[in-house]
Structures are given as structure tokens and as C-alpha cells.
Nanobody
Framework: QLQLVESGGGLVQPGGSLRLSCAAS????????IGWFRQAPGKEREGVSY????????NYADSVKGRFTISRDNAKNTVYLQMSNLKPEDTAVYYC??????????????????WGQGTQVTVSS
């Protein structure tokens, strides 16, 4: 019933750009803060970015700060992650998730209960 669906992934060259979308169905996205996470082979899932329900606060991992921009359009029930100047180390499966537990750590995956299936981003020449 409560689903998030990521789209927009693909293969890009280093320095390229992609915009990922996270669309919600079965619930009102505006009621939730949303996080973007990624997981590369052999690595733990890590928080990439975060946006509060109103869009008033946005957070980024240091590794993507200045290159990625998170935004949301609550009327469209969608959150976006604009990724620019992509690097090979950005290669991962990217997931969006809706936060259901609130504490200080936005980057903890254990604070999120609704997850998408992920979209593959590959940065390679």
C-alpha cells in the first residue's frame, strides 16, 4: 500500500548529471521527511541527503555536498535528487525512504520505514 518508487538512474560519464525522482503512492508524501541513501557493492548503505516535510531543511553527506541538490514538490508527491559533476565513487544503488522515527541522526537508515526498490546509478567512462 505504502510505496516509494525511484527512477532516473542510468549510466553516465564522469562529470555528467542525473536527476533521480522518488514518487510516493498510497500515502501523502508531504507528511514525511525523505532521505536518499545509496549502497555500493561491498559497502554499507549510507545516507546521502535529507529533506524535511516542508522542504525547509536540507542535509547532505560531506561526500556529495556542493554537487547534489535535494528538492521536493509535494503537489506532485515527489522528491528529487539532482546530481551533478558525478564521480565514479558515486556509483551505487540509490534508494529513497520516508522517515518515521525522529531523533538527531537523519542519516540513520533505521529511522526510515518506507523504502523504494532502488535505482542503479553507474558513473563510468
Amino acid at each position: 500500500q505504502l510505496q516509494l518508487v525511484e527512477s532516473g538512474g542510468g549510466l553516465v560519464q564522469p562529470g555528467g548529471s542525473l536527476r533521480l525522482s522518488c514518487a510516493a503512492s498510497g500515502f501523502t508524501l508531504a507528511n514525511y521527511a525523505i532521505g536518499w541513501f545509496r549502497q555500493a557493492p561491498g559497502k554499507e548503505r549510507e545516507g546521502v541527503s535529507y529533506i524535511t516535510s516542508s522542504g525547509g531543511t536540507r542535509n547532505y553527506a560531506d561526500s556529495v555536498k556542493g554537487r547534489f541538490t535535494i528538492s521536493r514538490d509535494n503537489a506532485k508527491n515527489t522528491v528529487y535528487l539532482q546530481m551533478s559533476n558525478l564521480k565514479p565513487e558515486d556509483t551505487a544503488v540509490y534508494y529513497c525512504a520516508a522517515r518515521t522515527y525522529y531523533s538527531s541522526a537523519w542519516y540513520s537508515r533505521y529511522h526510515y520505514s518506507y523504502w523504494g526498490q532502488g535505482t542503479q546509478v553507474t558513473v563510468s567512462s
